[in-house]
């Protein structure tokens, strides 16, 4: 990568705010060498934690400001009180060409809403989507919308679809990537009217769009597809599943190797290969839920997060960009030229 | 358990019919001791097989016919041609008062269809749904509805809570079970309107019904509430996200373990306690998906179970017969009389 990025970052969001993210931002600039930020928050908190990082303070212009959105503030109140917060000086950084994306590990909700309002969708676009990278069997697979649409029609899961694709091929970097429609079983008939109508659409794409057809809940960790759509509704819920699944497993497992000195003695044996484990379904690792959609890169890392989660995130908007994904976009849009007759229509002709 | 319990067996449904079908039930027999059963398929093929056991075959009549519901078959064709068939005639036990619940691994599609057309649903209820029991790190908890129903109003989603909450009373044997309506949030605005009119119903029921408000993906495995309630197309992808992540996690799991000599060791040490775990979400243990809201007790096992499940799944249907499951139902729909006003004009009032 010869071409220099400059990302915003929101340094006050977080539950461990600014810290991770001055770290994250040190680890992400060891990873991408053309690499330049705009820090925005509070400089007297900034300050003594870049200042012992001499390269991150080159590369790194901080941008005071005093005010924050909580974790706990309403969208509405975000959106009203929070036009000279970190958050929405980091996206207006984006907005105004002063950076190639931003980072926050802010409020989500507040986040999706104002860069939705500063940034505007992609010409064409009706809905933006929230995707992220998920561990599966045959490797990693991207799923959308995990949350920003509760209630989508066919003509938004196919445009998820799409960016779905577009995000596969440019992040992950897979080839002619599958794509899958989450349903409630594999057979044409099954499922609602907008899934039927975007499938019947996704359908006659054959040659230009890779459409497998509907997959299950299991085949989203079964990895049979390389991206998975679904409205925001049942994604956000299958998504939260996963974490929910791979919490009582963990608990379940921590139980069994307590059980008995002989299973404590294992767990010590067993150590380092678990450990191995651990780092392929290490949430960390897919950190970053990206706004999909919008016209500018805003990667959402996870609250909790730590540094190199935080880096993560900041690497993925730095793939975006470094790979024209928004112009991806609008090309594959383009390439679907008949989607301005809408999905019906074509599940019809 | 003083009454004595007929229960229909489907003797040619699922992967290994009819053997597992009669071992299982052998194994049900030593759990409860006043059981009978009516088996219903080929008597040339189950007769072998019960021969040598004889106490099974003191309480067992056998019902011979030659037609058998394929797990191919669309509903369609099973409803049409499946009249004499060993899934249907086992239905048809229940619906005319020879048999007090119905279990088959057969089709799944046709066995609810074809008990929906036989038995048809309780006075009240609109639709019938698809229960099971999940592990959790509480310990166990109900969710429905499987996929029964894509699309669910408002009050659909009341009857199912009020039926779930049945079913924990009388199989979980939980006493004052707690309830939450699936969805992407746990604030009171999140959601789509049928979700947010049940929410509304549900919470003017406070003092009757233990309304716990929305849970979200990860409160499944954590045990949150006691009951999950959800359409059947949310339900059923939580479900199946469900099995997938925890079969991806045994596979990372099974590679960590392979991983080197130490975690082969490793493992040998650790090998009971595992197992121990291994037990505590043994699908075979959940085995039993129930139709609920029918006028007569059907229980679905897993087409791929062996005895083991396929005795659980007996069970299940004797602890609803025992505990007077249905009627329970009906007395729960009185006591939300106001149900007839609808959750709509309830969340209006």
């Known amino acids: ?61 901080i941008m005071h400001t005093d005010d924050v959105i909580s974790s706990e503030m309403t969208v509405s109140v975000a959106i009203r009180k929070g036009r000279q917060s970190s958050m929405q000086l980091a996206i207006n950084a984006v907005r105004d060409g002063d950076a190639e994306g931003v980072v926050s590990a802010g409020n989500t909700g507040a986040l999706m809403a104002m860069a939705k309002l500063s940034l505007r969708t992609l010409p064409g676009i009706h809905r933006p989507a929230i995707a992220a990278i998920l561990p599966s069997i045959r490797g990693e697979s991207v799923m959308l919308d995990l949350g920003a649409n509760v209630e989508c029609d066919a003509e938004n899961l196919v445009q998820f679809a799409i960016m779905g694709d577009v995000f596969a091929r440019t992040v992950l970097g897979t080839v002619n990537p599958s794509c899958g429609l989450l349903n409630v079983g594999s057979e044409e008939m099954k499922g609602h009217a907008e899934i039927q109508q975007a499938a019947a ?23 049979t597809t390389d991206v998975v759509v679904s409205d925001g509704f049942t994604g956000n819920i299958a998504l939260k599943t996963t974490e929910g699944t791979a919490r009582l497993i963990k608990e379940f497992l921590g ?3 307590r059980s008995s000195l002989s299973a404590r003695l294992g767990y010590i044996f067993a150590r380092r290969g678990l450990r191995k484990m651990r780092d392929r379904i290490d949430p960390r690792r897919y950190n970053g839920a990206v706004f ?24 993925v908007a730095i793939d975006m960009a470094a790979n024209g994904f928004n112009q991806k976009i609008t090309d594959g849009l383009e390439a679907f030229g008949e989607l301005d007759q809408g999905p019906a229509e074509a599940a019809a002709s």
Do not use: C, W
């Open 255 to 257: 139980d069994a190797f």
């Open 1 to 61: 990568m010869s071409a220099s990025f400059t990302i915003a970052l929101d340094a006050m969001g977080g539950d461990n705010a600014p810290a991770i993210v001055v770290k994250g931002a040190d680890l992400a600039r060891r990873r991408f060498p053309n690499i330049r930020f705009r820090m925005f928050g509070d400089e007297a908190r900034i300050l003594p934690l870049i200042k012992r990082r001499k390269r991150l303070r080159e590369i790194t212009e």
């Open 292 to 315: 999909l959609g919008l016209n500018g890169i805003a990667v959402k890392s996870h609250g909790g997060t730590d540094a190199f989660g935080f880096a993560n995130a900041i690497g």
């Open 201 to 223: 659409y996704l359908r006659q794409m054959t040659g230009t769009f890779n459409f497998h057809g509907f997959v299950e809940g299991d085949d989203i960790a079964a990895g």
